[in-house]
């Protein structure tokens, strides 16, 4: 196998592993919309899960850059702008305090983050199909 194929089963495990972090994250955010409203569990998973969330995406244009997979490359480019908008602004922890002012806005982010990743995730898939058949 070449170091393409390799490169993009590794960003195809990546992916289905963010995937899953997403919709972890996701039922997380559900949970606290319901009664019992119980915001320290979700703050505590959220901020134990928030370096991965926020910087994770920035592996994947890195990778397609170096192989030269350039759709792949605009594919992830969303995902990239909306951590590097988080970051600017300081959003990467969240307090129990606020955690009902910013989980509606959070899980329509998150299941928006969990569709670009499921494309990400397929585009990885053919490609690495392609590779090893080519």
Not at 1 to 17: D, P, Q
Request: charged share 10%; with cysteine.
């Amino acid at each position: 196998m070449s170091i393409t194929a390799w490169v993009l089963a590794f960003l195809f495990f990546l992916a289905l592993g963010y995937i899953g972090l997403q919709l972890y994250l996701y039922n997380l955010q559900m949970n606290v919309q319901s009664p019992p409203y119980d915001t320290s569990i979700y703050a505590e998973a959220v901020n134990k899960f928030c370096q991965i969330d926020v910087y994770s995406p920035f592996v994947f244009p890195f990778l397609f850059l170096v192989t030269g997979q350039w759709l792949g490359l605009l594919l992830s480019l969303p995902m990239l702008g909306l951590n590097i908008h988080r970051i600017v602004k300081k959003e990467i922890k969240r307090h129990s305090t606020v955690i009902y002012q910013v989980v509606q806005n959070d899980s329509n982010i998150t299941l928006g983050k969990t569709f670009n990743m499921f494309i990400v995730w397929v585009y990885c898939l053919i490609k690495f199909i392609l590779v090893l058949v080519l």
